[in-house]
């Protein structure tokens, strides 16, 4: 059984929060902002998405059950009032009145059972069903009351219900709407409960979205928000100084001295969960790259303080593992990462490799346009230093929509370009799930232990005993290389000196409080 102190923990830390967050007045937005970004969604239907445009305007027009506090990283009330652990595999949710979506659907429980039974349901193959298959079922207590009931003790469930959320997180969708319209209808018209609302997506181009005034927590004060794709880093930056642009994400660090040139622009930066562009090594087509020496040999070769010190000019950090500090679980023992080529040569030749003979090309494939901070560079050097084993690279840079397609192909790839920022999700498992867990639809690792020390740390409810697991799953990652050594990125902003807004976490873009001055 859960014991009575964390039950109690949950509902008095519940109860102190749920007066913060209060339905505020109507105001009348006004005004327009445009947000410059490296990609345009794939989708936006954020069930089915497991990328960064896509959330990103998920992030302005859905919601879940709870907020997200941005000062605690704690839960505050969303679109339940209150919550409360009934038992050890028993979460109840009293949901808040008075919400609707869009469309002026009712928001209640049903739209709670119908969302969460939506990811969990296998035909849909939502990316978010893997991070919640321990819950087993919701059950309707009255229309404003669920129980969601997990098969096994799920500590994490809050997160999987909090905002602004990402890939695993469980927005509230209409199941009316949804039902009647179809899947591939909602995808290009997605309707939410959340401070703005789509009017129109020119797919490859921008995401229109307007007010909507009649949102429970008052309306936002900007009427109109245009997410608008602008691939080319310097046609970002060329938009953000001509004020074609109010906003624009991804700045390259070798334009941040040109930005603060202009008077009438600010650059912006957050180093809380910065997405951190990972090496990825595909283990599961044998060959070279299944000899964990082979992979230790290639780890040696890059030196990831040195990328951080030139190519993002100090904007980032090394890492461990691509893993935010502040995330629970995070283990600051590990030892940082260290380049030997001597060391590296000698691991290839004892493994029968001697300089890089006998391993095929391997081919890279990465995204272009900016959509990881100096990610293309990062490549070339990756690719150049390789090279001084005697391993021959094949870059394979691809439009975004392409590129993500490619990373869930477990079989044709040998080196793959990816970041897993938490998103929101201040819990390792959540982040290492992604990257490395055999059932995550974009992992190219497979390991029995590693998955299971991650099954078995979802169920513990002890936090300490859950940093044990998750240490030792950190410890095997590194021992095992399925990834190139680590760093996290800044996330990094340019911003109109007439525009009221800061980034909060990682690369998020929330425009609910945003103003013009």
């Keep these: 059984m859960a014991s009575s102190r964390s039950r109690l923990v949950a509902v008095i830390a519940f109860a102190a929060l749920i007066s913060s967050v209060a339905p505020g007045e109507a105001a009348e937005p006004a005004g327009r902002i445009v947000v410059g970004t490296a990609a345009d969604p794939e989708t936006l239907d954020p069930q089915m998405s497991a990328s960064l445009p896509t959330w990103n305007i998920a992030r302005n027009t859905f919601e879940t059950l709870l907020f997200r506090d941005m000062k605690t990283f704690g839960y505050n009330p969303g679109l339940a009032g209150s919550y409360r652990l009934l038992n050890d595999t028993t979460w109840q949710f009293k949901l808040r009145r008075g919400v609707k979506f869009h469309n002026g659907e009712d928001f209640n429980a049903d739209a709670v059972k119908f969302s969460v039974e939506r990811v969990l349901n296998p035909e849909q193959k939502s990316p ?122 991804s700045v390259p660090p070798d334009a941040i001295d040109t930005i603060k040139r202009d008077a009438n622009v600010r650059i912006a930066e957050t180093d809380v ?34 990328v951080v010190k030139r190519l993002l000019r100090g904007h980032g950090v090394q890492r461990a593992l691509p893993l935010d500090p502040r995330a629970f679980g995070f283990n600051p023992k590990l030892a940082l990462h260290k380049p030997n080529l001597d060391r590296a040569k000698k691991l290839l030749s004892d493994a029968g490799y001697a300089n890089g003979q006998g391993i095929p090309e391997l081919v890279f494939i990465f995204p272009t346009g900016g959509r990881y901070l100096m990610g293309e560079s990062v490549a070339e050097y990756v690719a150049q230093q390789f ?62 232990e590693f998955d299971g020390l991650l099954d078995r740390a979802r169920e513990v409810s002890d936090p300490e005993a859950r940093k044990a697991l998750y240490a030792t799953a950190q410890a095997l990652a590194i021992d095992q290389a399925p990834l190139l050594p680590a760093h996290q990125t800044n996330s990094i902003f340019a911003v109109r000196h007439n525009v009221v807004w800061n980034p909060s976490i990682g690369e998020m873009v929330l425009l609910y409080e945003a103003e013009r001055k």
Aim: glycine share 12%.
């Design 273 to 306: 969960d910065g997405m951190p562009p990972h090496v990825q090594i595909n283990t599961m087509r044998g060959g070279p790259l299944g000899d964990v020496r082979v992979r230790q040999a290639l780890g040696l070769a890059v030196d990831m303080d040195l």
């Design 387 to 448: 090279g001084k084993l005697g391993v021959r690279v094949k870059l394979s840079p691809g439009e975004y929509g392409a590129w993500l397609t490619a990373m869930r192909d477990k079989k044709s790839y040998d080196l793959g370009m990816i970041g897993w920022g938490g998103g929101g999700r201040f819990d390792v498992g959540d982040t290492m799930f992604f990257q490395l867990h055999s059932q995550s639809p974009f992992s190219w690792f497979d390991n029995k």
């Design 128 to 249: 978010s069903r893997g991070l919640n298959v321990l819950i087993d079922r919701v059950d309707i207590v009255d229309p404003y009351t669920v129980n969601i009931v997990t098969k096994k003790p799920m500590p994490m469930l809050p997160e999987r219900f909090t905002s602004p959320g990402f890939t695993g997180t469980i927005p509230m969708l209409p199941p009316k709407y949804v039902r009647e319209k179809g899947d591939q209808h909602f995808a290009a018209n997605p309707i939410g409960t959340g401070p703005y609302r789509v009017v129109k997506w020119s797919k490859g181009e921008s995401v229109e979205l307007e007010a909507n005034k009649d949102y429970w927590r008052g309306a936002p004060k900007i009427k109109t928000v245009v997410f608008q794709a602008i691939p080319e880093a310097s046609t970002r930056v060329s938009a953000i100084l001509t004020g074609q642009a109010d906003i624009i994400a």
